[in-house]
């Protein structure tokens, strides 16, 4: 079962599309050799809806819906799980930088921090980034780093 609705994904698919764009005007040496794959993304988001419904249904009471915190988790998760930034074109092996590999998590990251109120801590980051990149986490965990992470700042 899809928890989003048509309209909220089309808006989860239009905000990390914007999120994407901001990633690329900080790292603009980015810009000519990835994309954004609208398919992976589109993936990304009916997987995380699929999830928080899953979680809905057997951990928030019923007339509870799901903060943006899990939100946030859950959405970030299915980012870093389906790589949705993809090369142009394959890069010749021996060329290949490290960024190449870490363009992925890092992006999740962003996208996490996205629906946060409060800047997310550097050390989270890098945390976060190891995670997205060797590491499966649940979205339920994912939406506690970022709740702690507003909490952090007051």
Known sequence: MSFFSTEEKSTLIQHVGKVYDGFIKRNPGYGSDVYLSEMLVT??????????????????KESKKPDRHKVAGFVSKWIAKERPIQLQQ????????????????????????SFLREKM?????????????????RGETLALIAYCCEQMKN
């Open 43 to 60: 993936k990304a988001i009916d997987s995380a809806s699929i999830d928080i419904g899953r979680m809905v249904d057997y951990h928030l």
């Open 90 to 113: 394959v890069p010749n092996l021996n060329l290949t930088a490290n960024w190449v590999y870490w363009v992925n998590p890092a992006f999740a990251v962003l996208v996490m921090a």
């Open 121 to 137: 801590p550097g050390e989270i980051q890098r945390n976060l980034e190891y995670w997205f990149a060797f590491r499966e986490e």
